[in-house]
């Protein structure tokens, strides 16, 4: 056995040894807690070291970056739970959805807004990936673990969203090897969280560099996103099989449209340039 599988069977122990589902989810919550506390005393000096390798560093892009603020800032006038849902490209998803919607200023005032994330443990491995996750309100969760723990992180991402907490989901369950959305193996964990809930808006949100070849882990310098939505809203009629598959299914459709209307528009505006 090598090192690198003896280190992830020993994360898998410690995260599958808490006692009791109760007892676990009690230790998740209070996890959350310390880590939303953590990342907001960082929260200025690391936004504006993440804003300038954004800007200077990356010479990273979005279009219409004031419009998509404004209308995250608008979404969190209604009380309603909210989970964000994109597809996945690159290691920089997260982050884009995050600075796409807001200043860091504003998510000083506005931290519910912030979103969390679930990145896969095995990328706890690397000490600059974990502080970076340990100061953007990160909890990571086991892909290969136990039904239980998964649970428990689904609870907790529940929890989370149902105290106004915004919260990102990535339904492919990892980064896209295609470059296309791909639907065939989706995780059912967005569908097992809202089908627990009396209602959830999800807004459905596609990134992609458009000037850059995709997937990659990171794109080259000088990228320019797009970053377009479309909101959802559930009121589950319970959480049997059936519902968490038709919310995820739901979910993932809409991320193909807007996937098709990217192509479509990118497409036309090759026809159009070379008029």
């Known amino acids: 056995m090598d090192t690198e599988q003896i280190s992830l069977n ?3 122990r410690n995260s599958e040894s808490w006692g009791t589902a109760q007892d676990q989810l009690h230790k998740y919550v209070f996890k959350a807690k310390m880590v939303r506390a953590f990342s907001y005393i960082f929260h200025l000096p ?14 990273i892009r979005i279009r219409d970056l004031q419009g998509l603020r404004a209308y995250y800032k608008e ?27 807001g200043h860091h200023l504003w998510y000083l005032t506005h931290y519910k807004s912030y979103s969390w994330n679930f990145p896969a443990i ?6 600059l990936f974990r502080l970076i996750c340990h100061l953007s309100k990160c909890i990571f969760i086991n892909r290969s673990g136990s039904v239980r723990h998964h649970q428990t992180v689904l609870d ?48 459905c949100v596609y990134v992609r560099a458009v000037n850059r070849k995709m997937p990659c ?20 009629t319970g959480n049997s099989r059936e519902e968490v598959g038709r919310i995820t299914r739901n979910i993932a459709d809409q991320i193909i449209l807007l996937e098709k209307e990217f192509f479509l528009k990118s497409d036309l505006s090759r026809v159009s340039g070379g008029l």
Do not use: W
């Not at 989970?83 to 884009?96: A, E, F, T, W």
């Open 122 to 127: 095995e990328y706890s491995k690397n000490f």
């Open 217 to 236: 882990r990171i794109p080259k310098r000088g990228p320019i996103f797009s970053v377009t939505h479309r909101m959802l809203e559930f009121q589950p």
């Open 10 to 12: 020993r994360l898998n």
């Open 156 to 203: 907790l991402g529940r929890r989370l969203v149902q105290n106004g907490e915004a919260l990102t989901i990535f339904p492919e369950g990892r980064r896209s090897k295609t470059g296309t959305f791909e639907d065939q193996k989706l995780a059912y964990g967005v569908g097992k969280i809202i089908s627990g809930m009396k209602e959830c808006r999800v807004l």
């Open 75 to 101: 979404l969190f006038k209604d009380p309603r739970p909210l989970i964000i849902c994109s597809n996945h490209l690159s290691y920089l998803d997260p982050v884009m959805i995050i600075y796409s919607f």
């Open 46 to 59: 690391f936004g504006g070291i993440l804003i300038f390798l954004i800007k200077y560093g990356f010479k």
